[in-house]
Protein backbone atom coordinates (compact mmCIF):
# COMPACT_ATOMS: atom_id res chain seq x y z
CA UNK A 1 0.00 0.00 0.00
CA UNK A 2 1.42 3.47 -0.97
CA UNK A 3 2.66 6.09 1.57
CA UNK A 4 0.43 8.73 1.80
CA UNK A 5 2.66 11.81 1.07
CA UNK A 6 3.26 15.12 3.47
CA UNK A 7 1.40 17.93 2.68
CA UNK A 8 4.12 21.27 1.77
CA UNK A 9 2.18 24.03 3.66
CA UNK A 10 1.74 26.83 0.59
CA UNK A 11 -0.25 29.71 2.97
CA UNK A 12 -0.67 29.90 6.28
CA UNK A 13 -3.92 32.12 7.62
CA UNK A 14 -3.86 32.98 11.88
CA UNK A 15 -7.53 33.97 12.65
CA UNK A 16 -7.03 36.40 15.73
CA UNK A 17 -10.60 36.18 16.82
CA UNK A 18 -10.97 32.50 16.39
CA UNK A 19 -7.63 32.02 17.98
CA UNK A 20 -6.94 29.26 15.42
CA UNK A 21 -4.08 28.99 12.81
CA UNK A 22 -4.90 26.78 9.45
CA UNK A 23 -2.64 25.86 7.05
CA UNK A 24 -3.26 24.70 2.84
CA UNK A 25 -1.82 22.96 0.50
CA UNK A 26 -2.45 25.28 -2.71
CA UNK A 27 -6.78 25.61 -1.75
CA UNK A 28 -6.80 22.62 0.23
CA UNK A 29 -6.82 23.01 4.48
CA UNK A 30 -3.79 20.64 5.81
CA UNK A 31 -4.03 22.18 9.36
CA UNK A 32 -5.94 23.52 11.98
CA UNK A 33 -4.43 24.09 14.73
CA UNK A 34 -5.38 26.22 18.06
CA UNK A 35 -3.26 28.90 18.66
CA UNK A 36 -2.45 31.84 20.95
CA UNK A 37 -1.62 35.36 19.50
CA UNK A 38 -1.04 38.69 21.01
CA UNK A 39 -2.77 40.47 23.67
CA UNK A 40 -4.71 44.13 23.43
CA UNK A 41 -1.18 45.52 24.45
CA UNK A 42 0.99 43.41 22.46
CA UNK A 43 -1.03 43.06 19.62
CA UNK A 44 0.15 40.53 16.60
CA UNK A 45 0.40 42.57 13.61
CA UNK A 46 -2.40 42.14 10.85
CA UNK A 47 -1.70 41.80 7.16
CA UNK A 48 0.48 39.40 4.74
CA UNK A 49 3.57 38.22 5.36
CA UNK A 50 5.86 35.29 4.04
CA UNK A 51 8.33 32.85 6.21
CA UNK A 52 11.29 34.73 6.24
CA UNK A 53 13.93 33.08 8.85
CA UNK A 54 13.20 29.48 10.22
CA UNK A 55 14.63 27.46 13.42
CA UNK A 56 14.42 24.40 14.92
CA UNK A 57 15.96 25.38 18.40
CA UNK A 58 15.57 28.92 19.17
CA UNK A 59 15.69 30.91 22.18
CA UNK A 60 14.49 34.68 22.56
CA UNK A 61 17.14 37.09 24.10
CA UNK A 62 14.85 39.67 24.16
CA UNK A 63 11.81 37.90 26.51
CA UNK A 64 14.33 34.82 27.42
CA UNK A 65 11.79 32.37 26.58
CA UNK A 66 12.38 29.16 24.73
CA UNK A 67 10.91 29.90 20.67
CA UNK A 68 11.53 25.94 19.41
CA UNK A 69 10.15 25.74 15.99
CA UNK A 70 10.43 29.24 15.02
CA UNK A 71 9.09 30.38 11.69
CA UNK A 72 9.67 34.20 11.41
CA UNK A 73 7.08 36.20 9.33
CA UNK A 74 7.64 39.90 10.39
CA UNK A 75 10.31 41.58 11.84
CA UNK A 76 10.86 39.82 15.29
CA UNK A 77 7.15 38.40 15.08
CA UNK A 78 7.20 34.43 14.58
CA UNK A 79 4.47 31.03 14.70
CA UNK A 80 6.60 28.75 17.24
CA UNK A 81 6.32 26.32 19.60
CA UNK A 82 4.35 27.38 23.63
CA UNK A 83 3.39 25.29 26.67
CA UNK A 84 0.08 24.92 27.59
CA UNK A 85 -1.48 26.90 24.03
CA UNK A 86 -5.41 24.59 24.31
CA UNK A 87 -6.19 26.22 27.82
CA UNK A 88 -4.85 29.56 26.92
CA UNK A 89 -6.57 29.26 23.56
CA UNK A 90 -10.08 28.38 24.67
CA UNK A 91 -9.12 30.94 27.23
CA UNK A 92 -8.72 33.73 24.61
CA UNK A 93 -11.35 32.59 22.71
CA UNK A 94 -13.97 33.16 25.19
CA UNK A 95 -12.47 37.03 26.08
CA UNK A 96 -9.95 36.28 28.61
CA UNK A 97 -6.92 38.08 27.14
CA UNK A 98 -4.53 38.16 29.99
CA UNK A 99 -2.30 34.65 28.22
CA UNK A 100 -1.74 36.53 25.05
CA UNK A 101 1.58 36.43 23.69
CA UNK A 102 3.83 39.35 22.99
CA UNK A 103 2.62 39.70 19.88
CA UNK A 104 3.89 35.80 18.20
CA UNK A 105 1.38 33.10 17.50
CA UNK A 106 2.10 29.85 19.72
CA UNK A 107 1.00 26.85 19.09
CA UNK A 108 1.40 23.42 20.73
CA UNK A 109 4.29 21.68 20.37
CA UNK A 110 3.23 18.87 18.49
CA UNK A 111 1.45 21.62 16.58
CA UNK A 112 4.45 23.57 15.81
CA UNK A 113 6.88 20.68 14.93
CA UNK A 114 4.42 19.65 12.19
CA UNK A 115 4.06 23.04 10.73
CA UNK A 116 7.83 23.61 10.70
CA UNK A 117 8.53 20.34 9.08
CA UNK A 118 5.97 20.60 5.87
CA UNK A 119 6.70 24.90 5.58
CA UNK A 120 9.13 25.81 3.30
CA UNK A 121 10.58 29.60 3.36
CA UNK A 122 8.81 32.35 1.73
CA UNK A 123 5.14 30.49 2.39
CA UNK A 124 2.64 33.30 2.62
CA UNK A 125 1.45 34.12 6.00
CA UNK A 126 -2.35 36.48 6.41
CA UNK A 127 -2.87 37.37 9.81
CA UNK A 128 -6.46 38.57 10.13
Known amino acids: MPQKSKPIVTRIVVNLERQVLLAY ?37 KYNVQMDYAMFFYKGYAIHMAYFVGVMSFLKWGGIHYFGSHGCVRLSEENARELFDHTPYRTHVKIV
Open 25 to 61: ENNREVYEFHCVAGDKDNQTPRGDFGIYRKHRKYRSR
